[in-house]
């Protein structure tokens, strides 16, 4: 089974399946082929993070998080004025090294049975014979036009000046191009040799900074994974670089504390799990980071005893501003998220991104792929707001070869007697967090079904701005009312778009994909 924001990148794993692969062969292949058909945020310009659990008990994490070029600088976004300039959301200087190939090929090398060849097939295929735009594609394509034509993506996206429409036939030979150069040469087809030398001149010639040095110099990275309890069952979380693993376990073991969870959709249920996120996203904004850079606190920010000193701080009534939230627990981050399970029972939560949608929106016609905008993702200036109103600091200020914090959330969640139950995670920038973490507690706490855990309304929290986000139509008025007389901000905003798959006893799998999305669960 694959959950996948797009159709054609689900069948890509399921054909890979079907031809004896495991979960990370296909996991791989479906990252490599959403790359070539859900360009928006699939990619092999940016990066990403694999949480994996083999049927044998084994688990695994691999970090392949873009990192900061070496000519980066803390205030290279900050204009001579000191003002924050876009320059960190798009462009050409917008982009983190790309980890995607290099984290793709590790987890292949390590996990799984297939050789590259197999498992790029499906995507060398789309690209090279072409795949047909389906309505979503193309919609996307008209509404983020502006993001992309100023930098080159029009000669993929436009014909005459006019997006191409559903229904055309897409065919991308410079990217194939690149794919085969990695099926022959690995890693080194994309950070060594004649696709990169042309990528990175086209790069600089329009004021790009990454280099070759960077390139050879980028590595994925095995991390341990976060192992987190909830009521008897298991997490596995990411750890940093991204805040997704930490920020989730602490939201849960604070909300462990209460015996049972409020009706869901009730003014309590919104206060304690708003106030839960609230909490854990002022110590994501201050504390998390790059941990090859930063001294990360992860063991004290998952202990039980420091969520309960948290959860003692959530009055029964009333919301508690972030400002005075912070001084009480002071002591002396477009993205696509899909869901492996094959027919052994090893699963892989894969989270990738460009960032915002199409990246920094510059497409290199070289190598044909969009580069990311992940460097928005630093605290380009500790204290402002970045593309996602999060408010970091100065433990995510930029620096040369630093990860940039995300949020990216892959999970995998046991049953309480250790077996497989649920493989999840999500788009949405800070909403990973929150819109992830919802579809574990409707399913744990609440029972519901997976596709009805995933169309159930979502909150979001994330401490600064201080307020409480609902999306439309997902909350009813009266309990508004009752959260604004509480002392809540409340707010609207689209939150995440989840993929998961969940085990039924006696059923096998079930996959949905959110009904917020246009992909797809594709099983056999
Ligand atoms: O890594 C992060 O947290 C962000 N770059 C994710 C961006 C994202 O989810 C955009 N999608 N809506």
Redesign the pocket.
């Known amino acids: 089974m694959v959950a996948s924001d797009s159709p054609l990148g689900a069948a890509a794993g399921v054909e890979i399946m079907k031809k004896g692969g495991n979960a990370v062969d296909a996991a791989v292949a479906v990252g490599f082929a959403n790359a070539v058909v859900y360009p928006e ?1 699939g990619n092999i310009g ?3 993070y694999m949480v994996i659990h083999m049927a044998d008990g084994r688990d695994a994490a691999i970090d392949y ?1 873009e990192v900061a070029p070496l000519a980066a600088s803390r205030n290279m976004y900050v204009d001579a004025n000191g003002k924050l300039t876009n320059k960190s959301i798009v462009g050409p200087t917008a982009s983190g090294v790309p980890g995607a190939v290099a984290g793709m090929v590790e987890a292949l090398a390590k996990y799984g049975t297939m050789s590259l060849a197999d498992v790029l097939a499906p995507a060398i295929r789309y690209a090279e014979e072409g795949f047909i735009l389906d309505s979503a594609f193309a919609r996307s394509i008209v509404s983020n036009r502006k993001n992309y034509e100023p930098y080159n993506g029009g000669a993929l996206f436009l014909r005459d000046g006019t997006p191409i429409p559903a229904g055309t036939l897409l065919k991308q030979p410079a990217l194939a191009a690149t794919l085969r150069a990695i099926v022959a040469q690995g890693r080194d087809g994309f950070y060594k040799g004649a696709i990169a030398e042309k990528w990175t001149n086209e790069l600089h010639s329009r004021g790009g900074i990454i280099t070759m040095e960077d390139l050879a110099r980028y590595k994925p990275v095995w991390r341990d994974v976060i192992k987190s309890s909830y009521r008897g069952y298991s997490l596995l979380t990411m750890p940093p670089s ?3 693993g930490v920020t989730i376990t602490e939201t849960l073991n604070i909300l462990e504390g209460y015996p049972q969870l409020p009706p869901f959709g009730s003014t309590q249920w919104a206060h304690l799990l708003g106030s839960a996120y609230q909490r854990a996203f002022i110590d994501r904004n201050e504390k998390l980071a790059d941990p090859a850079f930063v001294n990360v606190p992860i063991a004290q920010l998952t202990d039980k005893t420091y969520a309960a000193r948290l959860r003692a701080t959530i009055g029964s009534d009333h919301a508690t501003p972030t400002s005075l939230v912070t001084k009480a627990i002071r002591e002396g ?4 998220h899909y869901s492996v399970v094959d027919s052994k029972g090893n699963a892989v939560a894969t ?1 990738t ?5 199409y990246g920094s929106g510059v497409y290199l016609s070289s190598a044909g792929f969009f580069l ?3 460097m ?2 630093f605290a380009a200036q500790p204290g402002t707001p970045n ?2 109103g999060l408010v970091q600091g100065e433990a995510n200020a930029i620096q040369p070869g630093k990860r ?5 959330s892959p999970t995998i969640v046991l049953d309480r007697d250790g077996s497989l139950l649920l493989v999840v995670g ?7 967090i929150t819109s992830t973490s919802q579809v574990i507690l409707n399913v744990l706490d609440y029972h519901m079904t997976l596709a009805d855990a995933m169309s159930a309304p979502r909150l979001h929290h994330q401490a600064l701005p201080d307020s409480v986000y609902f999306e439309t139509d997902g909350i009813r008025p009266e309990v508004a009312d009752s959260l604004r007389a509480m002392g809540y901000g409340v707010n609207r905003k689209a939150i ?2 989840v993929n998961a798959i969940m085990r039924v006893k006696g059923r096998g799998y079930e996959g949905v994909n959110d009904p917020r999305s246009s992909g797809r669960a594709v099983g056999y």
């Open positions: 945020a940016g990066g990403g998080r991204s805040s997704g981050n477009e993205t696509t989270t991104t460009l960032n915002e949608l990311n905008d992940e928005d993702d593309m996602f940039m914090l995300s949020a990216m999500s788009r949405g920038g800070p909403r990973i995440g778009q």
